[in-house]
Each structure stands twice: as C-alpha cells, then as structure tokens.
C-alpha cells in the first residue's frame, strides 16, 4: 500500500515537472476576455484553487482564490477575475475579463494551500499576450489635434511726432523752392548786384512791348481789310 502510494506520488510529480515545462499561449485583443480550463482531480474537490501571475525573479502572484468548497459548485469574482471550482467535472476554470495590454504575461491555475506550502500546479502555464485593439488606435490619431507651431508677431512701429514734423517742413521747403524762379549763370561769371536786378525787369518789359506790337498789327490789318470790304 505504502509503494502504491509512493508510485502515485512520483507520477504526480512527474505530471507537474511536464506542466512546468511546457506554456499555451493566448493571443487576444484588449477588451477581449481570456477563459482557460484547467482539469482538477477528485481529490482536491474540498480545496481551494486559485490563479496566479508569475513574473522573473519574484514570488508568485495570486489574483483570486476561490473559497473552501464542500465538494459542489462554487464560483467567485474578484475585479476582473472569475472563478469558477466544479468537483462534479473535475475543471476549474478561470476568465480574466476586459483585457488590456499591460495584462501579457505568464499565469497558472493551481490548488491554493496557505503559505508556506508550495502549491499544487493543476494545469501547464498559460502565456497571455494582449494586443492593441486598432479601431481604438484609429479613433485616437483621428480624435488628436495637429499642434501649429507657434508664431511670432512683430510690433510695428509708428512714426514719432518728430519725424512727422520733419517731413512735413521738407515739404514745404520743396514747394516754396519750385515756385520761385531760378535764373542759370555760367561758371567764372562774375555778377554786378545792379544787373542782378535788372534781369527781372527785363524779362517783364519784353513780352508786355511784343504783346502791344502784335495786337497793333493784327488791329491794322483788320482795319485795311475792312475798308475794302465797303468799298472806301
């Protein structure tokens, strides 16, 4: 009896070691919800099974663990968790809802014992790998806003009072000059004040005696032709 159950034990054992060493993996969608089924066996039909997170170089994780069970149906959820401990089909099954990508990693569905007892592994790891869900990836570069680079706005600067005054007494200064008349003499010419005044003068009294010579002809004319014209 005592090799029998040592037999048992080491089969055990060596179904566990081949678990271990073997991963299924899940590849899903964030939203999406992961239902693994572990096969249990009889005699942990009272025990208390629960799903564990393993990560490199730390302690198990344990995320849920279902309560003592009196040998019938027993179900549980804790957050996004739900467990579900049937002794009459010997399965245990485990969903992990709503997904999302920081939830990829390795898990385990194992029979709980209170540390520090190692426990029982029930079924071989099980390698989750969550993706994102592309509709959700379109919907947030269509929602997002192109950033505009920033630009700069130069004040513009008024013309001072001062440089107002200036252009205006410029002005006046050009009109006052076209004006005035401007008489041209040549280089090395030496002027007498007296002729300086009399240039004026003269350039008046010419046009005046021309305008009296022509009239004075054209009223001669006017006067012969009309003479002949009656005859006289």
């Not at 002794?87 to 194992?110: H, K, T, W």
């Amino acid at each position: 009896m005592m090799l029998w159950g040592l037999l048992w034990m080491l089969f055990f054992s060596g179904l566990q070691a081949a678990a271990q060493s073997k991963e299924e993996k899940y590849v899903l969608q964030e939203g999406e919800t992961l239902t693994v089924d572990c096969p249990s066996n009889r005699k942990y039909a009272y025990s208390q099974k629960a799903w564990q997170r393993l990560r490199n170089g730390e302690e198990p994780q344990t995320l849920a663990v279902t309560e003592r069970s009196q040998g019938t149906l027993n179900q549980i959820q804790v957050g996004r968790y739900i467990l579900r401990d049937d002794p009459a089909e010997s399965m245990f099954q485990v969903r992990m809802i709503n997904l999302q990508v920081e939830d990829s990693g390795l898990y385990r569905c194992v029979v709980y014992y209170p540390p520090p007892k190692e426990p029982d592994l029930l079924y071989h790891p099980v390698r989750l790998v969550v993706t994102a869900d592309p509709s959700t990836k379109r919907t947030s570069d269509k929602n997002s806003t192109p950033k505009l680079a920033p630009t700069t706005i130069r004040p513009t600067t008024l013309p001072t009072t001062k440089t107002l005054r200036t252009f205006y007494t410029s002005s006046r200064t050009v009109v006052q000059s076209l004006s005035m008349p401007t008489a041209v003499i040549p280089p090395n010419t030496t002027v007498n004040p007296t002729d300086a005044i009399r240039l004026p003068v003269f350039s008046i009294v010419v046009p005046v005696a021309c305008g009296i010579l022509i009239k004075s002809l054209v009223f001669t004319v006017l006067f012969v032709v009309t003479q002949r014209s009656f005859g006289l």
